[in-house]
């Protein structure tokens, strides 16, 4: 008597297919998120009137080291109103919003010139700040 | 004598245990991006172009406002008065109620040593808003210095 032999499937698991899709829809979100700056270290000044902002076009940082950032990537001050152009393009007015996180110790020898870049450049000024506590 | 066998009641779709840490990871890293994506908050500030120091003949009738680190000072014309942060509020008030609605008339020009600190100019700069001025930066020519 011929005992047959069993032949085993082996099959490449597609339950987990779905979390693998979910997983890389995650990675590229956040690698399309590059020009984030929430890696920078900074303190925000305070303020009692703050207001939620829409979509911005641009955003610039000043870290507690004093450096200055164009979305998230380091910039010389001189620099700063070319890379704002580009960044701002032809957006019409109400969408040129360029955010300031300034660090709340920064002194006018560095905030002030990147005010006037973002003044030349056409941008719309928002300053980040934090609500003020009592 | 009868032997009464209980039945195994057992689903059969039970959701596999393995997935756990996949669900956990999945949970964890959706509510990272949730929190990272949180609006910004601040205040908007309409900056007219920046004046420079050479134009300081056609803002003469603007009201001034000097900051530094320490001392704050508001005028007319050139003619500036040491204020405090208490009364700042009420002398720009006071100054503004003077003027007209009209946006050029409320022009108040700010000047900042550069020793000045951006927690104090948000400060200042807020209070001449709440009080209706519309601010225009006075920037300091760099100018250099040979030393013989």
Not at chain 1, 79 to 92: R, T, V
């Amino acid at each position: 008597m011929k005992i047959a032999r069993r032949t085993l499937k082996v099959e490449v698991p597609t339950v987990a297919m779905g979390d693998i899709v979910f997983n890389l829809l995650i990675f590229f979100f956040i690698l399309a998120r590059a020009n984030d700056d929430s890696h920078l270290k900074w303190l925000p000044a305070e303020s009692p009137k703050i207001e939620n902002i829409g979509n911005r076009k641009a955003s610039i940082t000043v870290d507690i080291d004093n450096k200055v950032y164009l979305n998230g990537r380091q910039v010389g001050i001189r620099d700063l109103q070319a890379g704002l152009e580009a960044a701002l393009g032809n957006a019409p007015a109400g969408q040129r919003i360029v955010l300031l996180k300034i660090h709340k110790e920064t002194l006018a020898a560095t905030f002030e010139p990147i005010m006037e870049a973002v003044s030349e450049a056409g941008g719309e000024v928002v300053h980040v700040l934090q609500q003020e506590q009592k | 004598m009868s032997l009464k066998i209980p039945r195994r009641t057992r689903s059969l779709f039970e959701s596999p245990a393995v997935a756990t840490g996949d669900i956990v990871f999945n949970l964890l890293i959706f509510f990272l991006v949730c929190a990272s994506s949180q609006p910004d908050s601040g205040r908007r500030q309409e900056l007219p172009r920046s004046e420079k120091e050479t134009q300081e003949k056609k803002q003469q009738k603007n009201i001034e406002v000097a900051i530094s680190r320490t001392t704050l000072s508001i005028g007319e014309e050139g003619n500036l008065v040491d204020s405090t942060l208490a009364d700042f509020p009420s002398r720009i008030r006071q100054s503004l109620a003077q003027r007209s609605a009209a946006k050029e008339d409320r022009i108040v020009v700010v000047r900042s040593t550069k020793d000045t600190p951006y927690d104090r100019w948000i400060t200042i700069t807020g209070m001449i808003e709440d009080a209706g001025g519309v601010i225009t930066l006075q920037l300091q020519e760099e100018r250099e210095v040979i030393v013989p």
